[in-house]
Every structure is written in structure tokens, then in C-alpha cells.
């Protein structure tokens, strides 16, 4: 059973554009996180919400935990090439231990 | 900062073979977790160790057998493996379970 699902699957962009991933559920998360893995590569944390409507920044990447717990999204202003990954959401439910994690948004941005 | 460590990086494995994967961490973190990335599937839970001395089954455990053998090592057990587990696998850390996780760069099984 997926969680978190993940929205668009797959997005091909080009440089300068803007753009928007969510990450949806119908359960309640104490924390939310996403994560950027690369080709070969293990995830990496970008950031952690845990307040629900809290918004957090990271140069041009802002990030976003609904009101209610049970969402949150990503939006990358100005993408660059070096934004191209698979980024994952992951949610910690108040009655789980380890992270659940959506099926992720795959990112291509072309020069 | 080597973080954790996963090895071997890639294995072939015929059917009915058997082998540990090692996992190691070097932040003194309390918690660790294997995962499989599959096409598809995003990353599921097979099993974790909350802490040393415990470990608990996750989504997908079926299979596979682990160790926490201290606090820096994180061992999976294939017994016997099957064409179904060729798959990417992850090892991840954290401080607590209120904590970010650090991933390793995996190890890519393929069972044949």
C-alpha cells in the first residue's frame, strides 16, 4: 500500500522554468521529508517539515507541509540542470516508526 | 566522512544462492533501516533496528534476515536467494526515528 503518492511521475523542463511536485496521502504525518537521489546514488535529505502549514526555503527550492499533515509539495524556481534527479517525499506517521516513502517525481531539466 | 558504507557495491547471484549484505556507519547514529528500490515500487521497508539489540520487520520482509551486530553494523541475509529480489538495496541511518536518514550508495543485486 502506497502512502504518499507522488505528482507528476515524470517532468522534462527546460533551464529557467519553474515548477511544482506534490506529494499527497490520505493519513495524517507528524513529519514529512524530501529527499534528491541521482543515477547510482543513494537519497539525500533536502529538508524536514513537521508543522502543518510550515514553509521552508532552501536557495531556490520551497517546500511546503499542508495544513492538515496529510501533503505537501515542492517548487523549484529557476531550475538548473544540476536540479535533474528523482526527488522523494517521506512520511513519518505518528503511530509508525520508519519512513514511508512515495514512488518519487523524476526531473529532467535540459539546457 | 564516509557515512555508511554498503558492500558489496554490485553481485550476481544464481538462484538458490545465498549472501550478506554488510552495512556500516560511522555517525554513531541509533537507528538503521535496509530498503529495495524497484522500478515502479519506490523504496520499501524490509526490515529495521530501532536500536542495538532490536530489530523489527518492515513492509517487505519476507525472505531476508537481518543482524545488528553492534552499533555501527547493519547486516541483510538473502538464504536463499530468488529471481524477485534482484533489486537495488539501501542501507540508511539516523540519530532517532525523529531524524533525517542517511543513506549509503547501495548495492545492485541481481539474481539470475
Known amino acids: 500500500t502506497q502512502l504518499l503518492k507522488q505528482s507528476p511521475q515524470f517532468l522534462s523542463i527546460q533551464e529557467g522554468e519553474n515548477l511544482t511536485v506534490y506529494c499527497n496521502s490520505s493519513s495524517v504525518f507528524s513529519s514529512l521529508q524530501w529527499y534528491r537521489q541521482e543515477p547510482g546514488e543513494g537519497p539525500v535529505l533536502l529538508v524536514t517539515v513537521v508543522t502543518g502549514g510550515e514553509v521552508k526555503k532552501l536557495k531556490r527550492l520551497t517546500f511546503q507541509f499542508g495544513d492538515a499533515r496529510k501533503d505537501s509539495s515542492l517548487h523549484i524556481t529557476a531550475a538548473q540542470t544540476g536540479d535533474t534527479g528523482l526527488y522523494l517525499c517521506?512520511?513519518?506517521?505518528?503511530?509508525?516508526?520508519?519512513?514511508?516513502f512515495g514512488k518519487g517525481t523524476s526531473l529532467l531539466v535540459t539546457p | 566522512n564516509a557515512g555508511v558504507t554498503q558492500t558489496p557495491k554490485f553481485q550476481v547471484l544464481k538462484t538458490g544462492q545465498s549472501m550478506t549484505l554488510q552495512c556500516a556507519q560511522d555517525m554513531n547514529h541509533n537507528s538503521m533501516y535496509w530498503y529495495r528500490q524497484d522500478p515502479g515500487m519506490g523504496l520499501r521497508l524490509i526490515y529495521y533496528s530501532a536500536s542495538e539489540g532490536t530489530t523489527d520487520k518492515g513492509e517487505v520482509p519476507n525472505g531476508y534476515n537481518v543482524s545488528r551486530l553492534n552499533k555501527r553494523e547493519f547486516s541483510l541475509r538473502l538464504e536463499s536467494a530468488a529471481p524477485s529480489q534482484t533489486s537495488v538495496y539501501f542501507c540508511?541511518?539516523?540519530?532517532?526515528?525523529?531524524?533525517?536518514?542517511?543513506f549509503g550508495s547501495g548495492t545492485r543485486l541481481t539474481v539470475v
Open positions: 517521506a512520511g513519518r506517521r505518528n503511530s509508525g516508526y520508519a519512513l514511508n
Open positions: 540508511a541511518s539516523s540519530e532517532t526515528n525523529n531524524y533525517g536518514y542517511t
